[in-house]
């Protein structure tokens, strides 16, 4: 069972560096969110905002902290999860580089064993 956990918890970081890499990978990014606006990151960081925001909650903003990279990288994760999640109202408007949205399924461990035992019993070595 501390396998299986382990390996999902690996799986989980994976898939979460990838989408946040992704972000930061498309440079200007310009999304609309429907039936709220416009949203633009830099690099998977949000910059601006076409709907209503208060300043306190925008990058810069008097009073607010400064953030370093540590926190740059959180934000981009909360903001790849957050458009993972609610992708059907997202359209890119303009991205300055490609946005390349990772698709492939990293699998689980439960599908490597399978393929393991699949090649044990067809005598094939693994891997």
């Not at 400064?66 to 109202?89: I, T």
């Not at 991205?95 to 698709?103: G, M, V």
């Amino acid at each position: 069972a501390a396998i299986r956990d382990d390996a999902m918890r690996l799986r989980n970081a994976i898939v979460k560096h990838r989408r946040t890499e992704a972000l930061r990978g498309s440079g200007r990014l310009v999304l609309e969110i429907c039936g709220e606006g416009t949203v633009e990151l830099r690099d998977g960081v949000f910059v601006e905002s076409g709907v209503l925001v208060p300043e306190s909650m925008t990058p810069g903003a008097s009073g607010s902290v400064a953030g370093g990279r540590g926190d740059e990288d959180q934000d981009r994760a909360v903001a790849a999860q957050w458009l993972h999640l609610n992708a059907a109202l997202v359209r890119v408007v303009h991205s300055e580089h490609p946005l390349y949205w990772p698709a492939a399924r990293i699998p689980e461990l439960a599908d490597l064993a399978k393929l393991q035992y699949a090649q044990v019993v067809e005598g094939r070595p693994g891997y």
